[in-house]
C-alpha cells in the first residue's frame, strides 16, 4: 500500500514538473512578445494595457519558480521524477 502510494507520489511530481517546464515556455513566449511591444511607439492607453501583462506575466513566472522550487524539495525529499 505504501509502495503503491509513494510511486502514485513519484507519478505526480513527475507530471507537475513536465507541466512546470512547459509553462515556462509559454511564460517565456509572453514576457518576449511584451518586450517586444514595449519597443513599439505605443499610446497611454496601449502601454497602460502592455503594463498589465508584463505584470502578470513577471507574477506567473514568479509562481512559477516556486512550484519548481517546491518539486526540487521533492526530490530531496526522496521522490524522484518516474523513468520514460
Excluded: C
Excluded at 35 to 46: F, G, K, T, V
Amino acid at each position: 500500500m505504501q509502495e503503491e502510494s509513494s510511486k502514485m507520489a513519484n507519478e505526480t511530481v513527475g507530471k507537475l514538473r513536465i507541466l512546470a517546464h512547459d509553462l515556462s515556455n509559454a511564460i517565456e513566449t509572453v514576457m518576449q512578445a511584451s518586450y517586444l511591444l514595449a519597443q513599439s511607439r505605443l499610446d497611454d492607453e496601449n502601454q497602460k494595457w502592455l503594463k498589465m501583462i508584463d505584470t502578470a506575466a513577471q507574477d506567473a513566472a514568479r509562481i512559477n519558480r516556486e512550484i519548481r522550487e517546491i518539486l526540487r524539495a521533492q526530490d530531496s525529499a526522496g521522490f524522484s521524477p518516474p523513468s520514460a
